[in-house]
């Protein structure tokens, strides 16, 4: 089955550190997407891409950083400057024409800062 | 972006019909009207969506109003498994894929066994 899959499920980051989430899809979608949901809230765009070695900023991508090296995978790293990364991260897909095709979404990232 | 507006909250009965509702009064002509809901700690799951005319999946019907200024998410018989947070969002289809979309607080179903 095609499909979005993000791991890991659960991370813990210390104080300073980076991590990298990961973000891999089969559905040959060509953009990806990454948000941000806190608590009661809605989704906040993080960063996207239409296509290979091309990527966007979202509404807060301050403390962030992506690569699309290949059409699969979109990794999402959370930098030390990020100053308040637990938050629920959420990696999504389309195809071209998103209002006619919609959105995949994976199931998570939580991420909290111990 | 054009914004969609839900009730909080809605309650329902086991195997009995929900109609979820949703407000866009400012939907645009090239607006796709998309319904996903999201269980805690997973990522939205589609459900349906639609454009003008009314659509049957496995899963729910959409009624789009004549004016489509509002829509209607309705699940024939609810389960269990349908609780969760059901949001209504517009989608536009100009070609271009942005990302921006207005996920606002959605309508958290509750079913009673």
Sequence with gaps: ????????????????????????????????????????????????????????????????????????????????????????????????????YGYTFGSGTRLTVV | DAKTTQPNSMESNEEEPVHLPCNHSTISGTDYIHWYRQLPSQGPEYVIHGLTSNVNNRMASLAIAEDRKSSTLILHRATLRDAAVYYCILIPDHGGSQGNLIFGKGTKLSVKP
């Design chain 1, 1 to 100: 089955d095609g499909g979005i899959t993000q791991s890991p499920k659960y991370l813990f980051r210390k104080e300073g550190q980076n991590v990298t989430l990961s973000c891999e899809q089969n559905l040959n979608h060509d953009a990806m997407y990454w948000y941000r949901q806190d608590p009661g809230q809605g989704l906040r765009l993080i960063y996207y891409s239409q296509i290979v070695n091309d990527f966007q900023k979202g509404d807060i991508a301050e403390g962030y950083s992506v690569s699309r090296e290949k059409k699969e995978s979109f990794p999402l790293t959370v930098t030390s400057a990020q100053k308040n990364p637990t938050a629920f991260y959420l990696c999504a897909s389309s195809m071209t024409h998103e209002g006619v």
